[in-house]
């Protein structure tokens, strides 16, 4: 029989019960939050600890390139005396590491008038264009890679100023140099070549088909002696990129002149997008030219590279440099004095 003392006790124990939960309950807030708020401070330290050495690795890095940008100078300097060195570069590319590389080049002693841009009409896809240079060359042939072949092989083959076995201002034979002086790595005495004077690069110029950027600054004292640095990279708008670059570095090479194809890398996170080295890898597995490859052309470690590399292929080192995964090493070793 349910009486007036049965809904006494259920209300009493109803109202017990809720005061326990609540109590209980408080205890365990008051556990829980402490437990967040620890956690909390300990994740806002760990943060700061990691802002920290980040800031610190910052400031390392911004030193050890001050420290690059400012040896750099001091680490070509001498390496390429004598020397006149034609710098050509693939459409699409920034022009701060290029420009660089032209006065890395003057620091170590070598003529350099400035750089030879490609256009991305360079691919001579369009048969005008083919028709247009094949008229300059004086030749019937149609490839646009043996056309472009040809371009460099008159720039720098046989009977070219300072190519082997002539002289700047002829091309009857010379003997070659019996002794390399200090820093020259072999290079042949003369005049400074006066590449942009070419007949057949003005005339690509006025063709719309190559442009040839003069800089101004302290120029290298030079000489006669030709080499060459092609620069691609992965932001060439050429198809594919490298193509020109390597046909520049090859016909060089196959005239017995030191010759750089050179990376200009910039990391994307583009699905299939090259990695470093992978440019200058896969063109140096494909030729039988002997050239050397830079492949971190966009840091100042790669154009002393590339400096350096010109003056050990004088001595016949040919070699790859860079970060890449085949890379031999950051720079060519040095042998001392």
Partial sequence: MVTYRFYLVSIVAFFLALAVGVVVG???DEGISRSLKDRLESVQGNLDSTVAAI???NDEITDLSSYAEASAPFAVSDSVVGTTTLVVAEPGLATGPVEDLVLRLRQGGS?????VWLDPRW????ADDRSRVAELLGTTET???KLRAEVWARVL?????GAPGTTASTTAPTPPPTTA???????????PVALFASPLLTSLEDAGLVR???LDGDDGAGGAALQAVAVTGTESTLAPPGSAAVAVAEEAAANGLPAVLAEQFVKSSRKGAPARGDLVGAARDDSTARFSTVDDLDLVAGRVAAVLALADLRNGVVGQYGYGPDAEGVLPRWLGP
């Fill in 26 to 28: 408080s205890v365990l």
């Fill in 55 to 57: 800031d610190q690795k």
């Fill in 111 to 115: 003529h350099v008038e400035g750089i």
């Fill in 123 to 126: 691919d001579l896809a369009d």
């Fill in 143 to 145: 490839s646009a890679d």
């Fill in 157 to 161: 083959g046989p009977g070219a100023p």
């Fill in 181 to 191: 002086a200090a820093g020259t790595g072999g290079a042949a005495a003369g005049e």
């Fill in 212 to 214: 040839l950027v003069r």
